[in-house]
């Protein structure tokens, strides 16, 4: 997998890369995958307004950093602080990994 390669999964909540007009969806709309292809050929995703269920490529969605930024909070705060502190620790040993590469 390459770097810039997100694994995304079900119930992940996602946002669409760019306008599906005929769908009345523009870029950014949110929705939730609700199934998963196999090697990641195309995912499911559920959108609420107006309501769709469509076949979508990698492509066509990234997950919404937003929501996984609050899920992470909500988990960090049933941690105990060490484990917590670990979990930042790790969070940043990925970081200076990524900039390293980057760079």
């Known amino acids: 997998m390459e770097t810039d390669e997100v694994m995304i999964k ?3 909540i996602v946002r669409l890369t760019h306008e599906l007009e005929e769908y009345e969806l523009p870029e950014g ?20 307004e107006p309501p769709h269920v469509l076949t979508l490529d990698v492509a ?19 941690l105990p602080e060490e484990i917590a502190v670990e979990v930042r620790d790790f969070a940043e040993s990925l970081k200076q990994k990524y900039l390293t590469k980057a760079g």
């Open 29 to 48: 709309s949110h929705g939730t995958v609700v199934h998963c292809y196999e090697g990641g050929k195309g995912f499911e995703v559920e959108f609420i």
């Open 10 to 12: 079900e119930l992940d």
């Open 60 to 78: 066509d969605i990234k997950l919404d950093k937003s929501i996984m930024q609050s899920q992470v909070t909500e988990i960090m705060d049933y």
